[in-house]
């Protein structure tokens, strides 16, 4: 079986009450996130998870909140040696604007996501401002676009499984490692969703819901079901990656 190093590349933060990550937990504490693009190094094919923001905010003053470089798209894919017209395939969690932005960047690339993802980008939900189809149509005009409509191998040693907590086509990206099998979540959560403090154990809670979900019930459940199928937990906008550091 194929093994592959994930590295997280920083493309763009943002500031916001940390709630927005861990569900009724946290309001009134300001928290930044980074936006990864994640390279999946180690296949015959140079994959992304994500593609992050277009014109992502690079100061100093975030960079130290943060603790890692901040990159544009062309920086950060050159780290690991490569420009946007290497990339071969796309994997999107989901389409809001900060994960897809530099789609179109991709010119090469077949781009999967979840069928649900591009009817909510085309026709979004009025409770949801973060889908903006501008981002694909580049993408959809050229062809570029595979629907996934199954959980699956993707490719040898990448599995993509539909998990519907953040948005209705949220899907996470399980890649074997050599240190076992990893999961990029599908959702928008961060290491305390997965591993919270005792006084939300002692609620008898053993994760956080995402912050913004379309069910609550049904986020905490999916959620459980994505920790147990891996051995390492990649929450999607975890600080403690932002230091670019692959994984594996």
């Not at 913004?212 to 929450?235: G, K």
């Amino acid at each position: 079986m194929a093994t592959y190093r994930i590295h997280p590349l920083v493309m763009g933060t943002k500031r916001f009450d940390k709630s927005m990550m861990t569900y009724q937990h946290g309001a009134g504490t300001p928290y930044i996130i980074p936006i990864y693009a994640w390279y999946l190094e180690g296949g015959d094919r140079n994959i992304l998870v994500d593609t992050g923001e277009m014109s992502p905010i690079i100061s100093e003053d975030r960079r130290q909140d943060l603790g890692g470089t901040i990159y544009t798209f062309e920086e950060g894919l050159a780290r690991v040696g490569l420009q946007p017209n290497d990339i071969d395939a796309v994997i999107h969690t989901h389409l809001h604007n900060d994960h897809c932005e530099n789609d179109a960047e991709c010119v090469n690339a077949e781009i999967f996501v979840r069928p649900e993802e591009i009817e909510s980008a085309h026709n979004p939900h009025p409770l949801d401002y973060r889908y903006l189809d501008d981002y694909i149509l580049d993408a959809e005009e050229n062809g570029q676009i595979r629907t996934v409509e199954k959980d699956m191998e993707l490719f040898p040693g990448i599995y993509v499984m539909h998990t519907p907590a953040h948005t209705p086509g949220g899907m996470s990206v399980f890649v074997q490692t050599s240190q076992g099998r990893a999961a990029i979540t599908g959702f928008c959560v961060i290491e305390e969703n997965f591993d919270p403090p005792k006084e939300i154990r002692a609620m008898e809670m053993e994760v956080i819901p995402p912050g913004t979900l379309i069910n609550s019930y049904q986020a905490y459940d999916i959620m459980l079901r994505v920790r147990d199928s891996a051995d390492i937990i990649l929450p999607l906008h975890e600080p403690r990656f932002a230091d670019g550091k692959a994984v594996g």
